[in-house]
């Protein structure tokens, strides 16, 4: 069984959790975290793109000059394409990216992307928020400590200051369904993404700086996702 350091909520490590070695020491396959990813992202697209074509475009139903006899080239429409207003020529139009992947494979790909970000370092387990009341001030205090503790942050010279949000990083906190009420106290952190344990988003998994993940929710990631490998 392998560990994972567990943060207390002023950044200071304060216990271990443990992880299955089938996640913590797979062998990660980048092509299938890129073929989830990709596959993800194109199903996210709404695909309602369009251009309107000569025959689309308002006006030109009448020939702008005769045939013959004008000295100028000879024109059907105004709307055509060469025209100023006019249609657009082999342009947009509405069309699904829809990309079907399998379902287990999908979840082994998340599974690639999750045993990734263990052996990079870049997890860090806590117990919970452990809120009376939704706050969002308290929890950007507890996140962004845990955040510097762990040194999920890429640095670039910035820290998470209270003050100022520009550049900072993004870091992405996973907590478990039973948790649902801390959602309210985290959505409102510009930098943070809450991401639910039962419905985890490759995009989101994998584009962080690192995860943040309550001992609740790596338990149940560990019982999903080791069964699969």
């Not at 002023?10 to 596959?39: C, F, M, R, Y």
């Not at 452990?130 to 001030?137: C, N, R």
Request: glycine share 8%; hydrophobic share 35%.
């Amino acid at each position: 069984m392998a560990t994972l350091k567990v943060y207390s909520q002023t950044g200071v490590p304060s216990g271990e959790a443990t992880l299955s070695d089938k996640l913590a020491q797979l062998k990660v396959n980048q092509h299938l975290i890129w073929e989830v990813i990709k596959a993800e992202q194109a199903n996210a697209r709404q695909g309602t793109h369009k251009a309107k074509t000569k025959g689309e475009v308002s006006g030109g139903g009448k020939k702008p000059w005769r045939q013959k006899g004008t000295g100028n080239a000879r024109q059907g429409s105004i709307r055509a394409p060469q025209w100023r207003h006019g249609g657009i020529v082999f342009g947009p139009q509405p069309r699904s990216y829809q990309e079907d992947i399998p379902r287990r494979k999908k979840q082994i790909g998340l599974a690639h992307i999750f045993a990734a970000k263990v052996q990079q370092n870049k997890v860090a387990v806590y117990d919970g928020l452990q809120l009376e009341k939704p706050s969002t001030k308290t929890a950007f205090k507890v996140v962004s400590a845990i955040a510097e503790g762990a040194k999920l942050h890429d640095g670039a010279g910035k820290k998470l200051r209270a003050s100022n949000n520009d550049g900072r990083p993004t870091v992405t906190i996973v907590y478990a369904p039973a948790e649902m009420q801390q959602l309210k106290s985290l959505r409102n952190i510009p930098w943070l993404r809450p991401l639910n344990s039962a419905q985890l988003k490759a995009t989101e998994l994998f584009y962080n700086s690192g995860l943040i993940v309550s001992r609740a929710a790596l338990a149940e990631i560990d019982k999903k996702y080791s069964a699969l490998l």
